[in-house]
């Protein structure tokens, strides 16, 4: 079975340095980095008493690892304001948090080397649990200045809309 429908002379799986991020609408700009989409199913282990010594196993309770997103520092304030959401210091007793919309969804894209929609996933009701303003300063380094949010999530899914691409094909020049 071809592993493209769309492109069947494709052989190679999709590279995981073009990709974009979008929440509120918009794509954030400069995002370097994202964390692998990873759920766990725990283990539930199960046995009567008359049946043999081996214990059945079931699907229990899922998780999913939070998602960390990186960029270089930049005047562009959505990774501050989103963390903001959650604590933001100096906002007065009882404010300190938006309970109204310090969750949000983000969709996280990944494109094909001509720059296509390949793949989209869906990730539901994110919030920063964890907020790094600027990396290590270091007067002999020689390194962008990176920012980190830490993304708790409530679940994630592909989107099956987004479909395989048609993938243009360069024909040589006749000489």
């Known amino acids: 079975m071809a592993q493209f429908v ?16 979008r929440w509120d609408g918009r794509y954030v700009a400069g995002i370097s980095k994202v964390s692998p989409l990873k759920r766990t199913v725990e283990v539930v282990e199960h046995r009567s008493g008359g049946d043999p010594s081996t214990a059945n196993r079931s699907p229990g309770q899922i998780s999913f690892d939070a998602i960390t997103l990186e960029r270089g520092v930049t005047h562009d304030t959505a990774f501050e304001q989103w963390a903001n959401k959650v604590w933001n210091v100096g906002s007065g007793a009882g404010s300190e948090v938006s309970l109204r919309d310090f969750r949000k969804d983000i969709i996280i894209e990944v494109h094909n080397e001509a720059g296509q ?11 920063v649990s964890e907020f790094q303003a ?3 300063l270091d007067a002999s380094g020689n390194a962008v200045l990176i920012q980190m949010i ?23 020049p006749e000489a």
């Open 117 to 127: 929609l390949a793949l989209a996933y869906r990730v539901y009701r994110c919030w």
């Open 134 to 136: 600027m990396a290590e």
């Open 150 to 172: 830490k993304l708790e999530n409530e679940g994630w899914e592909r989107d099956y809309e987004v479909k395989e691409p048609s993938e243009p094909s360069f024909e040589e």
């Open 6 to 21: 769309e492109n069947s002379d494709r052989l190679d799986p999709y590279k995981n340095f073009k990709f974009r991020v």
